[in-house]
């Protein structure tokens, strides 16, 4: 599976972006989807997860009420809504692809994209 992150940009304090998660392969539909961040000087952390089916999701306590996660099996593409963002949401993001029982808060991924910037600032 290869995955690959689009949307991130530069945005005001309050602001809003989309990011997506485009997916190769025929098997999308039987994995669980993750979005993770990393800002510098931090580790990796935990965003938000989504099932195999969109039935079932798990956010961070950071951003649960201001983001949001969903998924388009037909289109392979998981997607990660953000309203109200905050400087401390400035990182890069990256999506991930579990096995269809992982964990979604802890995982574990075994697919990862490259990563797409968000900067939120004034």
């Known amino acids: 599976v290869q995955l690959v992150e689009s949307g991130g940009g530069l945005v005001q304090p309050g602001g809003s972006l989309r990011l997506s998660c485009a997916a190769s392969g025929r098997t999308f539909s039987t994995y669980a989807m993750g979005w993770f961040r990393q800002a510098p000087g931090k580790e990796r952390e935990f965003v938000a997860a989504?099932?195999?089916?969109?039935?079932?999701?798990n956010y961070a306590d950071s951003v649960k009420g201001r983001f949001t996660i969903s998924r388009d099996n037909a289109k392979s593409t998981v997607y990660l809504q953000m309203n109200t963002l905050k400087p401390e949401d400035t990182a890069v993001y990256y999506c991930a692809a579990g096995p269809t029982a992982t964990s979604l808060r802890v995982g574990p991924y075994d697919y990862w994209g490259q990563g797409t910037q968000v900067t939120v600032s004034s």
């Open positions: 989504i099932n195999w089916s969109g039935g079932r999701t």
